[in-house]
């Protein structure tokens, strides 16, 4: 079951910051944030991914409530090409293992007009 | 940039049939994964790798079985597929040292 919950969708105008706001009211204490994008026919692509801390990159700023039952990827200066699929992802441990796994939500798309 | 490469693009198979699913990275990641994907249900997590040999089941793993013969390659078998099979399966690499899965282009599967 997803542990994550987004809106369905979301539209943005180019230039514009856009706010994608993410719940996971469930999480655990050692369960990382991630965030992919995914356009029609290709694979989700890595977006960021956090902790506790807020993160920045070249792609995004992911915002992490200091209770972890929320986040919040920023956008700034959008363009046509932001437009995609966002998925809000927590990286679960697997019981008895070294190993991790994803655990995807439905994602929100994200819509941008010039 | 990670490579994960996938074939085929698009399949159609016939209800009882065979089908093999490929995935190659040329990364040297040790983890790899597949997934499908479906409306309404985000990505799933049907098999995955620890390395060459190991396969582990996922969180939906029957009706498939899965091969790593190689670092570079890790395949994905319908035995005998079904119409509840026909879906967009995923593969995907993890980079340890990121902490990052990377993600094929995605294999696009149709059973009659």
């Known amino acids: 079951d997803a542990k994550t919950t987004q809106p369905d969708s979301m539209e943005s105008t180019e230039g514009e910051t856009v706010h994608l706001p993410c719940s996971h009211a469930?999480?655990?204490?050692?369960?990382?944030i991630y965030w992919y994008r995914q356009v029609p026919l290709q694979g989700p692509e890595y977006v960021t991914h956090?902790?506790?801390q807020n993160t920045t990159n070249s792609m995004a700023f992911l915002a992490i409530a200091s209770d972890r039952k929320s986040s919040t990827l920023i956008l700034t200066h959008v363009s046509l090409r932001d437009a995609a699929v966002y998925h809000c992802?927590?990286?679960?441990?697997?019981?008895?293992?070294?190993?991790?796994?994803?655990?995807f939500g439905q994602g929100t798309s994200l819509s941008v007009v010039p | 940039e990670a490579a994960v490469t996938q074939s085929p693009r698009n399949k159609v198979a016939v209800t009882g049939g065979k089908v093999t699913l490929s995935c190659n990275q040329t990364?040297?990641?040790?983890?790899m994964y597949w997934y499908r994907q479906d409306t309404g249900h985000g990505l799933r997590l049907i098999h995955y790798?620890?390395?060459?040999?190991?396969?582990e089941k996922g969180d939906i793993p029957d009706g498939y079985k899965a091969s790593r013969p190689s670092q570079e390659n890790f395949s994905l078998i319908l035995e005998l597929a079904t119409p509840s099979q026909t879906s967009v399966y995923f593969c995907?690499?993890?980079?340890?040292?990121?902490?990052?899965?990377?993600f094929g282009p995605g294999t696009r599967l149709l059973v009659l």
């Open positions: 992802i927590l990286r679960v441990d697997i019981a008895s293992s070294s190993f991790s796994k994803l655990v």
């Open positions: 995907a690499s993890r980079d340890r040292g990121r902490d990052t899965q990377y």
């Open positions: 790798s620890y390395g060459a040999g190991s396969t």
């Open positions: 469930t999480i655990s204490g050692n369960e990382y």
């Open positions: 956090g902790l506790q």
């Open positions: 990364n040297n990641h040790n983890n």
